[in-house]
């Protein structure tokens, strides 16, 4: 059986449903296609414990654009965001904001330089203007970050430059002092919103969108192959056996997944096989869900009103992301990690029952391969103890009020999401793997060597600068190969 459409999608995540949003309103038929029972990718929202509810893979995404999010129409469609307090370093008896002094202003550029890099990416070399109405550029704006270190950017007062650090780093692993580690600022792995019924709130609005447009969501459908001839997509080879013919494809999965599992490699062209493998994931976050009785209190006193509220990144020092990284290489749990932590149900109630609270932890610097073996119930438990007494130190008492836990490995990531190496960057953030350097970005991203293939997920060019975007760009780049004939 071969069902026959316009633009076919591989995956129902952020970027995928705003790209079948944009084709259909363009008037394409759109299918998108999505192996898990639910949309949204990692933008979920489940219950691990009876009346606590939590987002597994992260507490948000990299900040959508104010177009786009209009575009998209994603408020008619029941999307409600509210700022959090802010982003603040805070140990047992002080705090730090990133919004002070030389902070602030350091933070500002980086939005400059990111707002730059988006504009570029946003701008596709076809002959028809993007949907911003801006010309298309040749080349990404010059960014002299490649070559300057986080630790040298963040020099200052010893709190406000881990708190910056820890900002940029937060669910990753690299070290500080590296030259082009700078570069993290520019790629942040989260915004600071809190999504009202969490992340899967925003799903279920940008899910609600595509379909308002018109296109099709299925869900619980694999995509097992993506056939082609002569170097150009023909069609899609579906689990349940159905054949899905397109004249475009979009796959929002990353590079490695899809050219090294959805093609023969004898069908692709060498070079493109190449630059696969030579391509680097650095999977490096696991995530902790705890369910608490009661809100905690922390140990510092006079803190801002609201600072709970924010995203709180605990006792971050220079030495523990140096020391965190090279446990990461070494394939060890490093003796102190980088936690940043999130109290979603003190901003959504909804989240938690009554007087309850859910406390969601982004690990940094936790590798998905250990050196000496898998994740065993043992290891799991090895660093969900280091997690919970570092938390303690922050937050006295807090162990005595925790209800429930759940822990999501790297390997838990890479199984439910399909990252390569629990890899929620798709790719590591590195000098000689941004800009130009991302894949295929010498053809014009989002094009690749294959002739119907766009590039939309987390390794593509514009991917680490903003939520949904690598999504729109490859919808218009689709939109307007199709406008001037190039895929029959």
């Known amino acids: 059986m071969a069902e026959r459409y316009d633009a076919a999608i591989i995956g129902a995540g952020a970027d995928g449903l705003a790209a079948a949003t944009l084709l259909a309103r363009a008037g394409l038929r759109t299918l998108v296609v999505e192996r898990n029972p639910q949309p949204g990718g990692r933008l979920v929202t489940r219950q691990f414990q009876r009346g606590f509810f939590a987002s597994p893979f992260a507490d948000d995404l990299p900040p959508i654009p104010a177009d786009l999010f209009w575009a998209l129409d994603l408020a008619r469609h029941g999307a409600r965001v509210a700022e959090n307090s802010g982003t603040f370093a805070l140990w047992p008896d002080r705090f730090a904001a990133t919004n002070s002094n030389g902070a602030r202003h350091l933070l500002a550029d980086a939005g400059r330089r990111r707002a730059r890099a988006l504009a570029h990416a946003r701008q596709i070399e076809t002959p028809v203007k993007s949907w911003l109405g801006q010309r298309p550029r040749t080349q990404w704006p010059t960014e002299d970050w490649t070559h300057r270190s986080l630790a040298e950017l963040a020099a200052g007062a010893p709190d406000e430059s881990a708190a910056l650090i820890a900002s940029a780093l937060g669910g990753r692993a690299a070290d500080p002092l590296s030259a082009g580690s700078s570069l993290h600022l520019l790629a942040p792995q989260q915004g600071a919103a809190v999504w009202r019924g969490g992340l899967g709130g925003l799903a279920s609005a940008l899910t609600e969108s595509a379909r308002a447009a018109g296109a099709e969501v299925s869900l619980g459908r694999e995509v097992t192959d993506i056939r082609s001839a002569r170097e150009r997509v023909r069609a899609l080879a579906l689990a349940d056996g159905t054949e899905v013919t397109a004249r475009a494809v979009i796959s929002t999965l990353d590079l490695k997944r899809t050219f090294l599992t959805l093609f023969p490699w004898s069908e692709l062209p ?100 250990l050196f000496d073996g898998v994740w065993s119930r043992e290891k799991r438990d090895i660093l969900i103890g280091r997690a919970l007494a570092q938390i303690e130190e922050t937050f006295p008492g807090i162990t005595s009020s925790i209800a429930a836990t759940e822990l999501f490995a790297p390997p838990d990531i890479e199984d439910a999401l399909g990252a390569t190496n629990g890899d929620l960057d798709g790719g590591e953030i590195a000098p000689d793997q941004m800009f130009a350097f991302r894949p295929f970005a010498d053809r014009k991203a989002p094009y690749t060597p294959v002739e119907g293939l766009y590039l939309a997920g987390r390794s593509a060019a514009a991917a680490p600068f903003g939520g949904c975007v690598a999504g729109a760009v490859a919808a218009e780049a689709v939109i307007a190969d199709i406008a001037a004939g190039k895929l029959p």
């Open 270 to 369: 060498k070079p493109a096989v190449k630059q696969t493998a030579q391509f680097r994931t650095a999977g490096a976050v696991a995530r902790l869900l705890i369910a608490l009785n009661t809100p905690p209190t922390p140990a510092a006193k006079n803190l801002p009103h609201g600072l709970l509220g924010g995203t709180l990144h605990l006792t971050p020092d220079l030495h523990t992301f140096i020391a965190a990284h090279a446990a990461w290489q070494a394939g060890t749990i490093a003796e102190r990690l980088p936690l940043t932590v999130r109290l979603d149900s003190l901003t959504d109630p909804g989240l938690a029952p009554a007087g309850a609270a859910v406390m969601a932890v982004t690990i940094g610097a936790v590798p998905h391969t």
